[in-house]
């Protein structure tokens, strides 16, 4: 069963045309989210294949998962272009 994506567009649907922008005018941004979706991928291969929770990389990788989405969602919260 296809686990589903934690796309930055699903998840903060609010702040779409943000994240768009500053994908195409912030090098950095789009380097951070292009990691972060790089990580998703990885993270939703695990989980297809059945990998156990209790996996210590599998779990690493969660962690590191949420804490660039955090990071992100506040550069993009705090951006000049939102809003």
């Known amino acids: ?9 699903q ?3 609010e702040y779409v045309d943000t994240i768009r922008r500053l994908q195409q005018e ?5 380097v ?3 990691n972060y979706h790089k ?3 990885q993270i939703r291969g695990l989980q ?3 990998i156990g929770t209790d996996d210590e ?4 990788l969660k962690k590191q998962r949420a804490y660039l989405k955090q990071h992100l969602y506040h550069r993009i ?3 000049s272009l939102s809003g």
């Open 48 to 50: 297809e294949s059945g």
């Open 57 to 60: 990389h599998y779990n690493a």
């Open 11 to 13: 998840d903060f649907p």
């Open 77 to 79: 919260t705090n951006s």
């Open 26 to 30: 912030d090098v950095q941004f789009k």
């Open 39 to 41: 990580l998703d991928k």
């Open 32 to 34: 951070e989210s292009d």
């Open 1 to 9: 069963m296809p686990i589903a994506p934690h796309d930055l567009d």
